[in-house]
């Protein structure tokens, strides 16, 4: 049971160029999240998903693209990079519930720099 | 609407000493209340959670926090600081009832000194 796994762990990227993160849960949960984190900024909801094939934004979209075709698998795309990218991107993940109880998940984080 | 206010970015302890991490919250319905830490280079993982019932949570590696509805408070507590506690911490709230989304704080981090 590997949990929430996120590749690449650490990228390097131009301003102008595209990427995809990647994440995959093995535990089956629905729910799945994707934050960004800059120093003293705390956790920011880029996109989540309540299931396969629904998405919904959360905080800070704008320059971000996600999809959903499986229940494993949640890639965050971003076109485009800019300067202000650069951050520490987390993926998530949690039991559907309802109660808003549910613990969630994290995977290890992946590094981006654009320069 | 909901939103966390961690006071202090930074807190620094001598090994031994009481630790207490400050969390207010603000929310329209009942919250649910959570500490998450992160180790350095690492994801967030779960603390402790406060859902409903005993207002004293008790959490992983001797943390606690205490439901505070009068205070609207959460704050996090541990009698006796280890090395192994220097981390971030990170207070979040989400709305009783349902919510698909947790509202995190800005963060803590607790520096312990030998």
């Known amino acids: 049971n590997a949990g929430v796994t996120q590749t690449p762990k650490f990228r390097i990227l131009k301003i102008g160029q595209s990427m995809t993160l990647q994440c995959t849960q093995d535990m089956n949960h629905n729910y799945m999240y994707w934050y960004r984190q800059d120093p003293g900024m705390g956790l920011k909801l880029i996109y989540y998903?309540?299931?396969?094939?629904?998405?919904d934004k959360g905080e800070v979209p704008n320059g971000y693209n996600v999809s959903r075709s499986t229940t494993e698998d949640f890639p965050l795309r971003l076109e485009l990079a800019a300067p202000s990218q650069t951050s520490v991107y987390f993926c998530a993940s949690r039991d559907s519930g309802g109660s808003g109880t549910e613990t969630q998940y994290f995977g290890p984080g992946t590094r981006l720099l654009v320069l | 609407a909901q939103s966390v206010t961690q006071l202090g970015s930074h807190v620094s302890v001598s090994e031994g000493a009481l630790v207490l991490l400050r969390c207010n919250y603000s929310?329209?319905?009942?919250?649910?209340l959570f500490w998450y830490v992160q180790y350095p280079n690492q994801g967030l993982q779960l603390l402790l959670k406060?859902?409903?019932?005993?207002?004293l949570v008790k959490g992983i590696n001797g943390f606690e926090a205490e439901f505070k509805k009068s205070e609207t408070s959460f704050h996090l507590t541990k009698p006796s600081a280890h090395m192994s506690d220097a981390a971030e911490y990170f207070c979040?709230?989400?709305?009783?009832?349902?919510?698909?989304?947790?509202?995190f704080g800005k963060g803590t981090k607790l520096t312990v000194n030998p």
């Open positions: 929310s329209s319905v009942p919250p649910y």
């Open positions: 998903s309540v299931g396969a094939g629904i998405t």
């Open positions: 406060y859902t409903t019932g005993a207002t």
């Open positions: 979040a709230v989400s709305a009783q009832g349902g919510s698909e989304k947790l509202v």
